[in-house]
T-cell receptor, first 113, second 116 residues
Framework: SQQGEEDPQALSIQEGENATMNCSYK?????LQWYRQNSGRGLVHLIL?????REKHSGRLRVTLDTSKKSSSLLITASRAADTASYFC?????????????FGQGTILTVHP | GAVVSQHPSWVICKSGTSVKIECRSL??????MFWYRQFPKQSLMLMAT?????????EQGVEKDKFLINHASLTLSTLTVTSAHPEDSSFYIC????????????FGSGTRLTVV
């Protein structure tokens, strides 16, 4: 299965700074989702953006979607050491909201206290 | 909130033996369960999709006779790795759509399988 690309592959910042991660995908999507994974753990759903939406906010998270460029970005503002984790975008290209997800390669975020 | 309980969290087995991984949806019905494997520092690769009461759909390149999936009820899906070999060592994660608002998916906590 094809996978999207995320950049950067790794990001290291100081606490309080903003972190931006980008994701590109290849197909037409129903929605695109962002997940967080702490080392050796399962994934936690962060935010979902539908194909007809351009921007979405949830707490310190801001997600944008550009369907013409097939890209999305996740911004974490005022980062904390506890935000250290891997972040994945996942495209749902199915005809329904609950289709199978194809994950990007992920960005490893390290936030230094 | 919605939870998918996955067990065991880690298992070590000898080559040639079989290992069963269970995923139970708590507080919601999981008519569909997705099974992924993840190698260290890599992304998740979808292995198969199981639907309650029917045969699983496997992704290209995944051996259905090696990775047996059963989804006998609306709250339980199992993955059995048969005749495990060291190359099957990986992190296996299940995921069920729904159980959350806004169409998010709920993931199990993963199973670290080591075949020696």
């Amino acid at each position: 299965s094809q996978q999207g690309e995320e950049d950067p592959q790794a990001l290291s910042i100081q606490e309080g700074e903003n972190a931006t991660m980008n994701c590109s995908y290849k197909t037409s999507i129903n929605n695109l989702q962002w997940y967080r994974q702490n080392s050796g753990r399962g994934l936690v759903h962060l935010i979902l953006i539908r194909s007809n939406e351009r921007e979405k906010h949830s707490g310190r998270l801001r997600v944008t979607l550009d369907t013409s460029k097939k890209s999305s970005s996740l911004l974490i503002t005022a980062s904390r050491a506890a935000d250290t984790a891997s972040y994945f975008c996942a495209e749902n290209a199915g005809g329904t909201s609950y289709g199978k997800l194809t994950f990007g390669q992920g960005t490893i975020l390290t936030v230094h206290p | 909130g919605a939870v998918v309980s996955q067990h065991p969290s880690w298992v070590i087995c000898k080559s040639g033996t079989s290992v069963k991984i269970e995923c139970r949806s708590l507080d919601f019905q999981a008519t569909t369960m997705f099974w992924y494997r993840q190698f260290p520092k890599q992304s998740l690769m979808l292995m198969a999709t199981s639907n309650e009461g029917s045969k699983a759909t496997y992704e290209q390149g995944v051996e259905k006779d090696k990775f047996l999936i059963n989804h006998a009820s609306l709250t339980l899906s199992t993955l059995t790795v048969t005749s495990a070999h060291p190359e099957d060592s990986s992190f296996y994660i299940c995921s069920a759509p729904g159980g959350r608002g806004n169409y998010g998916y709920t993931f199990g906590s993963g199973t670290r399988l080591t075949v020696v």
